[in-house]
């Protein structure tokens, strides 16, 4: 267990609708970053928040967003769909976002089903 | 060229063997550098992490770092059929952005 908690944990969701996935991080840590996951494939970076602000961003397009409350906690919105965003969405927290060499820590993730 | 290659397996290794799992980079400069477990429909948990050139050793579990060759590896040590499961290497790019290879799915044939 690593504190860090995903809701929901599966979804399915039509071609076009919006989607909200929720993360809460670990106690303690101040960053978060979400990653997609899909079939077969190693995580890729989607953003980073510290201090409620997107401080990294990976090469998806703007519809995929995001939030960090005062809490830390995060969510991730996609908008518009598309089939090919049927993926795990895994957050992870860390301590700091500023420095090298931080450990991630993964949730449980997300399962999205686009159909 | 990936970031971050890794054989896609599966690897086979018969109960109490030594497994051998391999990564190479592409960043010179990479500095941090990560082995995590996911058991399939899970999500990834961490195994190890690597800074410094040599061995890291934890339990059954040890990390190498070869930051000439760009080379990470884990040996898993009496291996287990718990131990099946697919192993990610990840570095860090630049200050936070982890960077994962697709994975080895390692079998362990009890």
């Known amino acids: 267990e690593t504190g860090v908690t995903q809701s929901p944990t599966h979804l399915i969701k039509t071609r076009g609708q919006q989607v909200t996935l929720r993360c809460s991080s670990q106690?303690?840590?101040?960053?978060v970053s979400w990653y997609q996951q899909a079939l077969g494939q190693g995580p890729q970076f989607i953003f980073q928040?510290?201090?409620?602000?997107?401080?990294g961003r990976g090469n998806f397009p703007p519809r995929f967003s995001g939030l960090q409350f005062p809490n830390y906690s995060s969510e991730l919105n996609v908008n518009a769909l598309e089939l090919d965003d049927s993926a795990l969405y895994l957050c992870?927290?860390?301590?700091?976002?500023?420095?090298?060499?931080?450990?991630?820590?993964f949730g449980e993730g997300s399962w999205l089903t686009v159909v | 060229q990936k970031e971050v290659e890794q054989n896609s397996g599966p690897l086979s290794v018969p109960e109490g063997a030594i497994a051998s799992l391999n990564c190479t980079y592409s960043?010179?400069?990479?500095?941090?550098f990560f082995w995590y477990r996911q058991y399939s429909g899970k999500s990834p948990e961490l195994i190890m992490s690597?800074?410094?050139?040599g061995d890291k050793e934890d339990g059954r579990f040890t990390a190498q770092l070869n930051k000439a060759s760009q080379y990470v590896s884990l040996l898993i040590r009496d291996s287990q059929p718990s131990d099946s499961a697919t192993y990610l290497c990840?570095?860090?790019?630049?200050?936070?952005?982890?960077?994962f290879g697709t994975g080895t799915r390692l079998k362990v044939l009890a």
């Open positions: 106690s303690g840590h101040n960053t």
């Open positions: 928040y510290y201090r409620e602000e997107e401080n």
């Open positions: 960043d010179r400069v990479s500095q941090s």
């Open positions: 690597i800074y410094s050139n």
């Open positions: 990840a570095v860090i790019s630049g200050t936070y952005k982890y960077i």
């Open positions: 992870a927290s860390s301590f700091s976002g500023l420095s090298s060499g931080n450990t991630i820590y």
